[in-house]
C-alpha cells in the first residue's frame, strides 16, 4: 500500500512522511490511496490524515481510484477522520472506489460521502 497526497508544484503543503505528498486541489486536499491499504498501513495512513486535519485548510478527498482493497482498520480510520473533520465543518468525500473498497466503505456507513461524476 502506498498513502500519496499529491504535492503541489511549489512544494509539499504538509511535512509528511516519506510515502506521503500533500497537494491542494482549490481549497480541497487530496490524498490517493494506492494499492491494498491494511493494517500495516494503519500508523502512515492516520499520520497523514491528522496532518492533514491539524491543517485546518479546506475539505478531505480521499482519491481511491488506483485502491485495490482496503480492511476494516482502515475503514475505522476514515470513519474516525470524517467525525473530526465534520466536527471542524470540514467535509470529507471519496473519489472513484472500487467495488471491493465501496463495500468497506459501506460497513462504516461512509457511501453517502462518495463523490458522485
Known amino acids: 500500500m502506498a498513502v500519496t497526497v499529491l504535492a503541489p508544484s511549489e512544494g509539499n ?3 509528511a512522511p516519506k510515502s506521503a505528498v500533500v497537494h491542494l486541489e482549490g481549497m480541497r486536499t487530496v490524498v490517493v490511496l494506492d494499492g491494498a ?5 494503519r500508523p502512515s495512513l492516520c499520520d497523514v490524515l491528522s496532518r492533514v486535519i491539524a491543517s485546518g485548510v479546506g475539505d478531505v478527498v480521499i482519491d481511491l481510484a488506483k485502491a485495490t482493497l482496503i ?4 475503514g ?3 470513519a474516525t477522520a ?3 473533520l465534520d466536527r471542524h465543518g470540514r467535509r470529507l468525500t471519496f473519489r472513484s472506489p472500487p467495488m471491493l473498497v465501496l463495500r468497506v466503505l459501506d460497513m462504516f456507513g461512509l ?3 462518495v463523490e458522485t461524476p
Request: charged share 15%; glycine share 4%; net charge negative.
Open 37 to 41: 491499504t491494511d493494517i500495516s498501513a
Open 71 to 74: 480492511d476494516t482498520a482502515t
Open 76 to 78: 475505522r480510520v476514515l
Open 82 to 84: 470524517q467525525q473530526l
Open 13 to 15: 503543503f504538509l511535512s
Open 111 to 113: 457511501t453517502g460521502l
